[in-house]
């Protein structure tokens, strides 16, 4: 099952909440401003499924790009695989030259347990890289059961799951900022 109407945020509830407390900070909003200090972009990008990766990162540099981000100030690894990203994720954020990065694949099911392995280690992975940095690290890795559904999920519009990782990186950096310095 995909997200649907259904599941989604309803419109108005986060400004509902906000009249309500006496703080109420939105990723999704910050997200969306295009002022403020630029953010720093580390992309980890699988060569593995290397055609859909590469949809991928074309979303994400575009939804960068519409954020506001300079492009130069981007860097690109690529590693072989899915399995790989955690560990460049962390030697990004080492290198102090980041304030988030974006990691980008694909697992696609076959017929043996590899895909649950490296799905499932590579999400840990990346979990616990942005739990003991303190720095935003963004699961834009597919895990789908077919190359179809991998291919709808890296179509060249704003439904793309990079442009998506993009919007969530900036987002949450902006919100850990906002949160550590007391601003909004």
């Avoid at 009249?19 to 580390?42: C, E, I, W």
């Avoid at 347990?113 to 992975?125: D, I, K, N, R, S």
Wanted: aromatic share 4%; proline share 2%; net charge negative.
């Amino acid at each position: 099952m995909t997200s649907s109407d259904l599941t989604r945020l309803t419109p108005g509830v986060v400004d509902a909440v906000a009249q309500q407390v006496g703080r109420s900070l939105d990723a999704g909003s910050l997200r969306d401003a295009t002022s403020g200090r630029a953010v720093r972009v580390g992309i980890a990008c699988a060569e593995f499924n290397g055609g859909i990766s590469s949809r991928l990162l074309d979303g994400a540099l575009a939804g960068l790009r519409r954020a506001g981000c300079d492009l130069a100030a981007v860097t690109v690894a690529w590693v072989p695989g899915a399995f790989e990203l955690p560990l460049v994720a962390s030697a990004l954020i080492r290198t102090g030259s980041v304030d988030a990065v974006i990691c980008l694949g694909a697992v696609i099911r076959g017929d043996t347990g590899h895909y649950e392995f490296v799905a499932g280690e590579c999400a840990a992975g990346l979990q616990r890289v942005q739990l003991d940095t303190g720095v935003p690290v963004v699961f834009g890795v597919l895990t789908t059961d077919t190359v179809d559904q991998a291919l709808e999920r890296s179509e060249d519009d704003d439904t793309n799951k990079g442009f998506e990782a993009a919007s969530t990186a900036i987002g949450m950096r902006r919100l850990l900022d906002a949160l550590s310095s007391g601003e909004a």
